[in-house]
């Protein structure tokens, strides 16, 4: 198994340009998530879902869009990207009736 | 709301000297409570983690954590340090219906631990 994958690894956009971090899993997962990370802040969430078709918003949701059409994957978009939103994003899955949250490799964004 | 706050967002020890990170939290019920490490250019990994049962805990890598409700902390300690464990740690707070819900963690700032040997 692969576990949680994203792509890209890293990424280098232009204010204003949009773009879509992707995310899959092969486990099986009803949950999944978005997290991103900032220096002394930890992660904090952008977005969740509880299942295809369902989605829900997070911590700091501005700026980001997010479906789940299917229970394998959960991209992020990026309408119109802000210096602010360079930092490192993780998608993260949990099994339900769980209590281990699994996470992918991240995805190192930088807004110019 | 939840909250939690990593003292020292820097620990240094030396290799075989006890690792003490700590974690306090703030939280209305009865919370699970996590620690992650994260190495270099790396996602995040499961230490160990409190969901209601034994207070003390013991994790993966000679890490173990003891829940105090009264002191409102989860601190995470090893008894001795080796290279290895140099890395970034994050405590995490959950509101237990929220988490089983897919509503996700409330991460710390992290504290990076260096070993010196």
């Known amino acids: 198994n692969a576990g949680v994958t994203q792509t890209p690894k890293f990424q280098v956009l232009k204010t204003g340009q949009s773009m879509t971090l992707q995310c899959a899993q092969d486990?099986?997962?009803?949950?999944m998530s978005w997290y991103r990370q900032d220096p002394g802040m930890g992660l904090r969430l952008i977005h969740y879902s509880v299942g295809a078709g369902i989605t829900d918003q997070g911590e700091v949701p501005n700026g980001y869009n997010v479906s789940r059409s299917t229970t394998e994957d959960f991209p992020l978009r990026l309408l119109s990207a802000a210096p602010s939103q360079t930092s490192v994003y993780f998608c993260?899955?949990?099994?339900?009736?769980?209590?281990?949250?699994?996470f992918g490799p991240g995805t190192r964004l930088t807004v110019l | 709301a939840q909250s939690v706050t990593q003292l020292g967002s820097h620990v240094s020890v030396s290799e075989g000297a006890l690792v003490l990170l700590r974690c306090n939290y703030s939280s209305s019920v009865p919370p699970y409570l996590f620690w992650y490490v994260q190495y270099p250019n790396q996602g995040l990994q499961l230490l160990l983690k409190?969901?209601?049962?034994?207070?003390l805990v013991k994790g993966i890598n000679g890490f173990e954590a003891e829940f105090k409700k009264s002191e409102t902390s989860f601190h995470l300690t090893k008894p001795s340090a080796h290279m290895s464990d140099a890395a970034e740690y994050f405590c995490a707070v959950s509101d237990p219906a929220r988490y089983n819900a897919g509503n996700m963690l409330t991460f710390g700032g992290g504290t990076r631990l260096m070993v010196k040997p």
């Open positions: 409190y969901t209601s049962a034994a207070t």
């Open positions: 486990m099986n997962h009803e949950y």
């Open positions: 993260a899955t949990l099994r339900g009736g769980h209590n281990e949250q699994f």
